[in-house]
């Protein structure tokens, strides 16, 4: 099983990036895949998710009306479009096949041990 993202770059705020994560080894069209960020004070913090069977998405509410997810299930692609950046947003993107935390935006470490990781792209926003 392999997620393996790329895309991240170095932004001003106010700019945009487009963030992609390839998945292959598992049935990536029939499950759901969320994208995260790890940041010191946070830790690993929920950013969105797409559950494949419903179409929906859900979103942490400090990214909600500037970050969109979506996926292409023909080429096991996961996107993150990225806009209106501010430096808070500057951390470590993975993407996971596990959930929303049970609790907040934050996973506990037993829910980060579940399911398939990347290993994530830099994202940093500066001017």
């Known amino acids: 099983v392999q997620l393996v993202e790329s895309g991240g770059a170095v932004v001003p705020p106010g700019g945009s990036l487009r963030l992609s994560c390839v998945g292959s080894?598992?049935?990536?069209?029939?499950?759901?895949l969320t994208w995260v960020r790890q940041t010191p004070l946070k830790g690993l913090e929920w950013v969105s998710s797409?559950?494949?069977?419903?179409?929906?998405?859900w979103y942490n509410n400090a990214v909600k009306g500037r970050f969109t997810i979506s996926k292409d299930n023909a080429n096991s692609t996961l996107y993150l479009q990225m806009n209106n950046l501010e430096t808070e947003d500057g951390d470590v993107y993975c993407c996971?096949?596990?959930?929303?935390?049970?609790?907040?935006?934050?996973?506990?470490?037993?829910?980060?041990?579940?399911?398939?990781w990347g290993r994530g792209t830099q994202v940093t926003v500066s001017s």
């Open positions: 996971t096949s596990i959930e929303r935390p049970e609790y907040g935006y934050t996973y506990s470490k037993a829910e980060a041990k579940r399911g398939y």
């Open positions: 080894g598992f049935a990536f069209s029939g499950s759901v």
């Open positions: 797409i559950y494949d069977e419903s179409g929906n998405t």
